[in-house]
């Protein structure tokens, strides 16, 4: 089944029509790439399903209830995690303390949320960095460190931001790993990702969006061919990404 | 841990403290410092942990003593009603205030929270048939001695840090952290915002206020500008905040010792010293330099403010390690 | 009906004194990002700057304001470049520690002009203070419209500088986005250090021409700035257009409020009125002028 659904969404930013009229099913268990180049509404897509602000038009369903109206952090203890395109770790805090900040929204007490943290840092491969301030963390570490947090609210759907842009091939490589790893470990992901070797190579089904409108959906292999992607990329000097 | 035992350390010797220095003065002193201690770790609550930073102590300082006033003034109950009362007062004017203030962000809480202060202070004043405005509130005090009110400050005090110090231990200390470092952080991560950052100035509103109903039963005498005073109050509990260490637990208690003493040296020291000096040099000039030098602790006050802020942003405790290294290089 | 003109009347003429200060405050708040909490004890210096040239120079109030915008626009300056600047170098926990700052800033402004003047209250007696001009049945005071008058014209050369100066420009730069700014080649800091002289000049010259038909001491300073505040969140934070309207609404509220309810709710008008805004305008006339 469905487990998010956009039924019609649109988004206005004063005059500009920002998201229009999409429409997608992202079916459990699957990584749904959702693609389109800069300024096309991707990030957009994700405030809104996270609600970070309110749709104009349409629909979010989640698992069969509509979530359209609930507050971001509702969403979030339902089961929707999210991390951030600019990543937004909470600096003063440690690597250990922002996962035990979001490990609080299951585990009842101190203890047991720091027991989900640790389990969560040991999966994305932090615990060596677990005593440091998360301000301090290369790139590479605070985008895992950004999964890590969200994996520990225990979600269902996971919406990745950008999670592998600036990472060099090794830490691109590493985090194609750690995409699958989240995916077999049952999370839905709902992921925009610029750099095509990574989006074609883990998804499922792709969606492609451009200047808030859907233009294909379908299987890797078939959206890239499609005429209207490669106009979309390359038509507008946007070759570059992929 | 270290800072267990010092904190232990520090409480007995506050338990010892006015049965070996008998004097009143220093005793009176003692209490003002322990009720800073109060409205300080209350106020660092809210701004320190959480990052919502209030300009309106006074509001809830001056809700509690009046509260604790009103109580007997009207009703001829025990003013010591108030010390239970006055905080929960504080914190219901607290509530439809962060209910308009916390969705927005920005400016608006600081500003709000001042606001909140000054309608209080206006409302006191003017709503003279309930508050006898101007004139202020007068009750009889329970004891001549000092020292029920010293230990029952005392008694606020520690239970203040107390409080913080469970409440950095659980979910509510991660929550109001998360909060304080990233407000779409931390409701990405299922916080909601709007409700823990109520709980906190519940509890900022809460200690403040059951503060200034233990200030009405031990002065005695309130006022509009003596309780609601931008300046004396509010501005007092940021600098407390600011000189001990923002976002530490113990900051604002060394932070309201440091207040309370530099208040009193400006107030009285400079007072004296100012004086033997017109004496010994008489002439007009000086003379004149006296007349106005009662209102000179105020200027004081405010360049201290200037001071502290340009030299110590992050306080004793959070400038710890800058503060230990100037001894160094001194020595 | 004529009492209804009279206090409109009266309202107006106030409200453009009001939005010279807001004007200030709202410039400072665009650009640094912050409340100026010493803004009306800044006006309060300039009145003292016109009570002494007055005085003991013997000038008129008007001529006056090539000497007191100058003035506070080198203590604005100064504040600044002294002891705001400096705190944006160090890293702390809490923005507002430069809205502190302008709180001790506005407290050493006060109490040195106690020190100096003493808390009795003085004015600068004209021979205009008291003048009037009827007009229609309406009685306007002579000295409240022509301070109106350079209110309005400061303001419109506000105007015409921030829209169509060089200068103008990397300060409206700066307010948008500082880093951006920055990156064009605009210096933030010196435009931060002119924007806090702009915004002390205004109300200095606000304060200027208010002194001949007010008073002056050293407290004056804080309800101005609660003043300038309330203007500021009734305009919407940052917004110039908003400032106006806002310094008029609030002279109007004022002007109705002692009419219709009674004198000693003057000051109580502006908090309500600040409530009412957040409650149901939260953003100012910003949310409906969108400039």
């Not at chain 1, 995409?179 to 969606?207: A, F, N, P, Q, W």
């Not at chain 2, 800072?3 to 005793?27: C, D, K, T």
């Not at chain 3, 301070?147 to 103008?168: E, I, P, R, S």
């Not at chain 3, 004022?254 to 149901?280: K, N, P, Q, R, W």
Request: net charge positive; charged share 15%; glycine share 12%.
């Amino acid at each position: 089944m469905a487990i998010i659904e956009l039924k019609g969404v649109s988004k206005n930013f004063g005059g500009l029509r920002a998201v229009d009229n999409v429409s997608f099913k992202v079916q459990e268990g699957e990584i749904f790439g959702l693609i389109g180049p800069n300024g096309s509404g991707k990030t957009t897509i994700f405030n809104l399903i996270s609600h970070f602000f309110p749709v104009s038009a349409g629909q979010v369903i989640f698992a069969g209830t509509d979530i359209t109206r609930l507050k971001t952090h509702q969403i979030c203890a339902l089961g929707v995690g999210r991390t951030f395109q600019v990543v937004r770790p909470l600096k003063r805090m440690t690597v250990l303390d922002n996962v035990i900040s979001s490990a609080f929204l299951r585990a009842d007490g101190m203890r047991r949320a720091r027991e989900q943290a640790e389990k969560w840092l040991d999966f994305c491969n932090l615990t060596p960095y677990s005593g440091q301030l998360a301000r301090g963390l290369p790139i590479a570490s605070r985008k895992r460190l950004e999964i890590a947090r969200a994996l520990a609210t225990a979600p269902k759907v996971l919406l990745l931001d950008e999670t592998a842009a600036g990472l060099n091939p090794g830490e691109l490589d590493e985090a194609i790993e750690l995409i699958k790893k989240i995916r077999e470990s049952g999370v839905t992901i709902l992921i925009v990702e610029h750099i095509m070797k990574v989006i074609m190579s883990i998804s499922d089904r792709i969606h492609c969006i451009n200047h808030g409108q859907t233009i294909a959906e379908g299987e890797p292999r078939d959206v890239a061919k499609d005429p209207k992607v490669i106009e979309a990329y390359l038509g507008h000097g946007g070759g570059g990404h992929a | 841990m270290k800072s267990n035992r010092v904190a232990l350390a520090a409480l007995l010797g506050l338990i010892a403290l006015p049965l070996v220095v008998r004097e009143p003065y220093f005793q009176h002193l003692m209490i003002m410092v322990l009720l800073w201690v109060t409205i300080g770790t209350g106020w660092n609550l809210l701004a320190g942990y959480t990052g919502q930073v209030s300009f309106g102590a006074a509001a809830f300082f001056g809700v509690g003593a009046y509260t604790a006033g009103l109580l007997s003034f009207h009703l001829g109950v025990s003013a010591w009603w108030g010390l239970a009362l006055g905080g929960v007062v504080a914190v219901l004017v607290g509530f439809p205030f962060g209910w308009i203030a916390f969705p927005l962000r920005g400016a608006y809480f600081a500003l709000g929270s001042l606001a909140l202060g000054e309608v209080m202070r206006q409302l006191a004043t003017i709503w003279e048939s309930f508050t006898q405005g101007m004139m202020g509130v007068l009750i009889m005090p329970t004891f001549l001695s000092k020292l029920p009110y010293y230990y029952i400050a005392l008694a606020l005090a520690a239970g203040s840090v107390l409080v913080v110090r469970l409440v950095l231990g659980s979910r509510l200390g991660y929550y109001f952290i998360s909060i304080r470092e990233d407000q779409d952080a931390a409701m990405s991560i299922g916080i909601n915002t709007t409700k823990y950052k109520m709980i906190s100035l519940s509890l900022h509103a809460f200690l403040t206020g059951t503060a200034g109903a233990l200030y009405m039963n031990y002065m005695g005498f309130i006022d509009p500008h003596v309780v609601f005073s931008l300046h004396d109050i509010s501005i007092m509990a940021i600098l407390v905040g600011i000189v001990g260490g923002v976002g530490t637990v113990y900051g604002p208690a060394v932070g309201a010792f440091i207040m309370v003493a530099l208040q009193e040296v400006f107030r009285s020291a400079g007072f004296g010293a100012l004086e033997a000096l017109s004496k010994a040099i008489g002439g007009g000039f000086m003379a004149g330099l006296t007349k106005y030098v009662s209102q000179a602790h105020v200027l004081a006050f405010g360049i201290l403010v200037v001071v502290v802020i340009m030299v110590l942003p992050n306080g004793l405790v959070g400038d710890w390690r800058k503060v230990s290294r100037l001894f160094k290089r001194a020595s | 009906m004529e009492v209804f003109l009279q206090t409109l009347v009266a309202g107006v003429l106030k409200g453009g004194l009001y939005a010279l200060i807001g004007l200030g405050m709202t410039l400072i708040m665009g650009v640094m990002g912050i409340i100026n909490l010493a803004h009306g004890q800044m006006m309060m210096v300039a009145m003292y700057v016109t009570y002494v040239c007055f005085n003991y120079l013997g000038l008129d109030p008007y001529l006056i304001l090539f000497i007191s915008v100058p003035a506070l626009f080198l203590l604005g300056v100064l504040v600044q470049r002294y002891t705001l600047n400096p705190l944006l170098k160090v890293e702390s926990l809490l923005p507002e520690n430069q809205v502190l700052m302008t709180v001790g800033v506005g407290m050493v402004l006060t109490e040195v002009a106690r020190f100096i003047f003493t808390s009795n209250y003085v004015s600068v007696k004209t021979t205009y203070s008291d003048a009037t001009f009827f007009l229609g049945g309406v009685s306007f005071s002579v000295a409240l419209t022509i301070a109106f008058c350079f209110a309005c014209a400061l303001t419109g050369g506000m105007f015409w500088f921030l829209l169509k100066t060089d200068l103008g420009r990397s300060i409206r730069a700066v307010a948008q986005d500082a880093e951006a700014a920055s990156l064009m080649g605009v210096n933030a800091e010196r435009i931060r250090t002119l924007t806090m002289g702009l915004g002390a000049g205004l109300v200095a010259a606000a304060g200027n021409l208010l002194l001949p038909i007010y008073y002056l001491f050293p407290d004056i300073g804080g309800p101005f700035t609660r003043k300038a505040f309330v203007i500021t969140i009734l305009g919407g934070l940052g917004s110039t257009v908003g400032a106006i309207l806002g310094g008029v609404t609030l002279g109007l509220a004022e002007a109705f409020g002692a009419t219709y309810i009674g004198m000693e709710f003057e000051d109580m008008v502006g908090l309500v009125i600040f409530i009412a805004v957040l409650l149901f305008l939260p953003g100012g006339f910003k949310r409906l002028t969108k400039i």
